[in-house]
């Protein structure tokens, strides 16, 4: 499991019997699948364009193995015909997980749009938001850091959030700890969760290399 979630998840729910409602989102092509396939641990050699997919995951693998979190995860397609049917799954959401390519800059200002709707949905009032900057394997990816800016994320006041670099494709960075953010921590937050994030912590993008 993503090292990262995983502290959120110990936080969120007081047993790890119970289950937890994650919400996969981002435009078309960001990489949602290959994400959530490498946190199932399955074969991502062939992807297809999403629909809508769901997923009910027991938490495996060496990292995971003593946790055992019944995670319920939604992976929705993200082309713009599917997109108002994402509102039929903000009901009872834990996690709010949002996928990037940061490799795609003419597409920022749209994904910036898009999640900046999802904010403001009531249903997903104060729901944790949790950004993964994917694609960070690609030459033309832009750094976490630059993601969070043009998202405007340290706006953010009425939810926890996160920024992670990463790359589904190879792995690096999804299986990282240490998180960023730079975000005000409201005391009623919903289900209690005051202490998810790292308050105050800089932005520590995965490491590259060839």
Not at 64 to 83: A, T, Y
Not at 89 to 115: A, G, H, P, Q
Request: hydrophobic fraction near 40%; aromatic fraction near 8%; glycine fraction near 4%.
């Amino acid at each position: 499991m993503f090292l990262g979630l995983l502290s959120i998840l110990r936080r969120l729910k007081q047993s790890p019997e119970q289950e937890v409602r994650l919400l996969l989102l981002g435009l078309d092509n960001a990489g949602k699948t290959t994400l959530l396939k490498q946190l199932a641990a399955e074969d991502i050699s062939h992807i297809t364009p999403t629909q809508v997919h769901p997923y009910t995951l027991k938490q495996s693998g060496h990292s995971v193995q003593s946790s055992g979190f019944k995670l319920n995860v939604w992976d929705i397609g993200g082309q713009r015909k599917i997109r108002p049917y994402w509102r039929n799954y903000f009901e009872n959401t834990d996690v709010l997980i949002y996928v990037i390519d940061s490799s795609d800059r003419k597409r920022f200002e749209e994904t910036s749009l898009e999640l900046a709707e999802l904010l403001e949905e009531e249903k997903l009032a104060a729901v944790p938001l949790l950004v993964f900057a994917n694609k960070q394997d690609l030459m033309t990816a832009s750094p976490a850091s630059e993601l969070a800016e043009s998202l405007n994320l340290h706006t953010i006041r009425d939810r926890m959030w996160q920024v992670q670099a990463c790359s589904a494709l190879t792995a690096e960075g999804v299986q990282v700890n240490t998180v960023s953010v730079d975000a005000a921590y409201p005391s009623d937050s919903k289900n209690n969760v005051g202490n998810i994030f790292v308050k105050h912590s800089k932005i520590y993008p995965a490491s590259f290399t060839d």
